[in-house]
């Protein structure tokens, strides 16, 4: 079952839980469809922490980077099959 919008929207805001995370990330090491789905509304975020965002924390920003790196790899990884 793909991650649904609600899912992926949390899981870019980083507001879900430990157990929630877990799942998610799971899906997505075999999905790259939902990867795809990550990377685009990760956009968002990575902007906020590239430009001047006084709003985000350190770590916000360090987590929002370490995602965008990490979807990119996937999405890279996938494409590199075809
Ligand atoms: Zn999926």
Known sequence: MHLTERDIALYVEQTLS???RERIESHL???PACVEQVAALTR???IMADTTAPHL???TRRRAEHLE???RTRVRDDSSYK
Do not use: I, K, M, V
């Open 44 to 46: 968002l975020p990575l």
């Open 69 to 71: 790196t990490w979807t």
């Open 18 to 20: 430990e157990s929630e």
């Open 57 to 59: 924390d350190a770590a």
């Open 29 to 31: 090491s075999d999905c």
